[in-house]
C-alpha cells in the first residue's frame, strides 16, 4: 500500500507584533489527533479523504499549528523541524510527503521558514519522493522552497474555503506521479506589491482569479497559485507572487507565470481599499436601507496578528448611541471571567478592552449587564467547517443598546457560532459588528443586507504605508511610486 506521510508547520508571522511567538502558542497534533480533522473541511481534512479515496495509508507526524502572531521562536521552529525530520526518517519506508503550511513563517533568525523546512526533508527523503503542499494564499514566498517540492498549492479563495480542495488536488498529483513517473516543474514569479488584504468573492480579487483559473486550463499546467502575500511582515521575501506547477518545460511555467503577474500589475490600483474612520463607518450603517449592517473592523483581525481586544469601534457605537446593535467578539479574558463570577442577571463594572497596547484604542470604564455566559466550545460553520473551535470563557454584555460578547481566546469571526452561543440572532439586529478582514465573508456575505469596512488604527490596517519598512529588497508599490515591474 502507498504511505503518505503527513507533517507541517502552519504560522501566519507578524514581525510588527511586539512579543515572540513561543512552542506554548502552538496547537500540536500528533498521530491520531491528526486523523481526527477527517471530515472536515480542513486541509489535513482534505488530504486524509483524498488517502482514503486513493487507498493510502496515512503516516500522521506533527502538524504544530499557531494563530497570527509575533516572529517564531527560533527553538520553537527547531524543535518542530527535527521533530518531522525524525518521524519520516523512522517512518520508512514511505512514497511521498504531504506538508501543511502557511507560506508567512518567519523565524527569529530565519526569513524563510516554509523553504527550510522543503529543503530539509527533501534532502532527507531524495529527489526520487514526491513532495507537495498546501498554503494559505498569505504567503510570501520562494523559488528556493518551490524547488524542493513537486508541487505548490495555494488555496484560491479568500475567505479560505477551498483549503480541503486543494489538499485533495496536491495528494492527487502525488498519486499521479507515482503511476506515470514524471516530476513536475515550478516557477515562481515576484512583484513588488504590497497588497491590502482583498476577498476573493466580490471584486477585483474575483476577476483576477478567474483569470488565474482560466490559466490553468492548458493541458500542461498542474496549477496556477496566486500568493497574495502578507504585507505586515518586514521581511525580504515580501510581495506577490504567483507559482506555477506544470508537467513540461520550465520556460513554460515561467511565460505562463509572468502573464499572470503583467495583468495583475496592470491592475494594482484597483486593489487600493476604501479605508473609513469608525466614525465613518458607524455612521454609514446608521443610514443604511438594507439590513443586516455587517461592519467589520479590519484594522484588529486576530488572523493576521493583532491582539482582538481593540476598542476604536465599539467606542464609536457606544458614542453614536444606537438602539440595536450586537458586536461579537471582543478578546477579553479578565472580563470574560469576571462575568462568569458574577453570573447571568447581575451587573458590574468592567474595564473592557484596550489591555494590551496603544494602538488599538483605551480600556473602556462600563457598567454592564451579564445577560448569557458560554464555554466557548463550537464548531465552525462555514469556513474549515466542521472544524471545532475554543474561545474560552464567553460573555454577553448589554450596555444600553448594544450587546457585546467577550472571549477569552484570540481569533477573528469567522461566522455567526459566537453569536448564536450566547443567543444572539443577528438576523434581528440592524447593526452587527465584528472583527475580521475577510474570512467572515464565508459566514456573512449571504445574509448581510450591507458590508462596511471600518479601519482604525490597528496591526492589521489597510494602511500598509504606515508600517516601517526596513528589509524590502527595493521599492514596493503602493508606498514607492518608483516601484517598478518588468517580466522581460
Known amino acids: 500500500m502507498t504511505r503518505i506521510a503527513i507533517a507541517g508547520v502552519v504560522h501566519e508571522t507578524n514581525t510588527y507584533c511586539r512579543d515572540t511567538t513561543p512552542t506554548s502558542s502552538f496547537d ?36 504544530a499549528a499557531a494563530a497570527p502572531s509575533g516572529t517564531i521562536q527560533s527553538e520553537t521552529y527547531e524543535s518542530f523541524k527535527q521533530e518531522i525530520l525524525a518521524g519520516i526518517d523512522a517512518a520508512k519506508p514511505i512514497d511521498a510527503v504531504f506538508l501543511d503550511l502557511h507560506g508567512a513563517g518567519v523565524v527569529e533568525h530565519l526569513e524563510d521558514l516554509e523553504g527550510d523546512l522543503a529543503v530539509a526533508v527533501r534532502n532527507l527523503v531524495g529527489e526520487a519522493v514526491p513532495i507537495t503542499a498546501v498554503f494559505d494564499l498569505h504567503g510570501n514566498v520562494t523559488q528556493m522552497m518551490a524547488d524542493a517540492l513537486d508541487g505548490v498549492f495555494a488555496c484560491h479563495q479568500y475567505p479560505h474555503v477551498d483549503l480541503h480542495e486543494r489538499a485533495d488536488e496536491a495528494i492527487q498529483l502525488i498519486d499521479d506521479m507515482l503511476k506515470e513517473n514524471f516530476r513536475p516543474v515550478i516557477h515562481i514569479e515576484t512583484l513588488p506589491m504590497l497588497l491590502p488584504t482583498t476577498t476573493t468573492f466580490i471584486g477585483i480579487g474575483k476577476s483576477m482569479l478567474q483569470e488565474i483559473l482560466e490559466a490553468e486550463l492548458s493541458d500542461e499546467v498542474i496549477d496556477v497559485s496566486w500568493f497574495h502575500g502578507f504585507p505586515y511582515a518586514d521581511i525580504e521575501l515580501v510581495g506577490v507572487h504567483i507559482a506555477v506547477t506544470v508537467r513540461g518545460e520550465r520556460e513554460c511555467a515561467k511565460a505562463i507565470a509572468r502573464r499572470v503577474a503583467e495583468s495583475l500589475w496592470r491592475q494594482r490600483n484597483a486593489f487600493k481599499p476604501e479605508s473609513l474612520s469608525v466614525e465613518e463607518a458607524v455612521g454609514r450603517a446608521m443610514n443604511a436601507t438594507e439590513h443586516p449592517v455587517i461592519i467589520n473592523e479590519t484594522s484588529d483581525n486576530c488572523g493576521a496578528g493583532t491582539p482582538g481586544d481593540g476598542t476604536h469601534l465599539l467606542r464609536a457605537m457606544l458614542e453614536a448611541k444606537l438602539d440595536k446593535a450586537c458586536f461579537a467578539f471582543l478578546v477579553d479574558p479578565e472580563v470574560a471571567l469576571q462575568a462568569h463570577k458574577a453570573g447571568v442577571g447581575n451587573s458590574i463594572d468592567v474595564r473592557l478592552g484596550g489591555k494590551t497596547d496603544d494602538l488599538h484604542g483605551e480600556p473602556l470604564e462600563l457598567n454592564v449587564y451579564i445577560k448569557a455566559l458560554h464555554d466557548g466550545r463550537m464548531k465552525m460553520l462555514a469556513m474549515v467547517k466542521g472544524a471545532p473551535m475554543h474561545l474560552g470563557l464567553m ?94
Request: charged share 20%; glycine share 8%; proline share 6%.
Open 28 to 63: 500540536l497534533r500528533r498521530g491520531e489527533s491528526i486523523l481526527r480533522a477527517r471530515d472536515t473541511e480542513s486541509t489535513a481534512g482534505g488530504a486524509i479523504a483524498a488517502c482514503d479515496r486513493l487507498g493510502f495509508e496515512v503516516v500522521p507526524l506533527l502538524v
Open 395 to 488: 460573555a454577553r454584555l448589554v450596555v444600553n443598546g448594544i450587546d457585546i460578547v467577550v472571549a477569552s481566546n484570540r481569533s477573528q469571526t469567522f461566522d455567526v457560532g459566537p453569536f448564536l452561543a450566547v443567543g444572539i440572532d443577528v438576523m434581528s439586529y440592524p447593526i452587527v459588528a465584528l472583527k475580521s478582514s475577510n474570512h467572515f465573508r464565508a459566514g456573512f456575505q449571504d445574509i448581510a443586507g450591507t458590508i462596511i469596512t471600518a479601519d482604525p488604527p490597528g496591526l492589521s490596517t489597510h494602511r500598509i504605508e504606515t508600517f516601517d519598512r526596513k528589509r524590502a529588497p527595493g521599492p514596493v508599490w503602493p508606498i514607492d511610486a518608483a516601484a517598478e515591474y518588468s517580466s522581460s
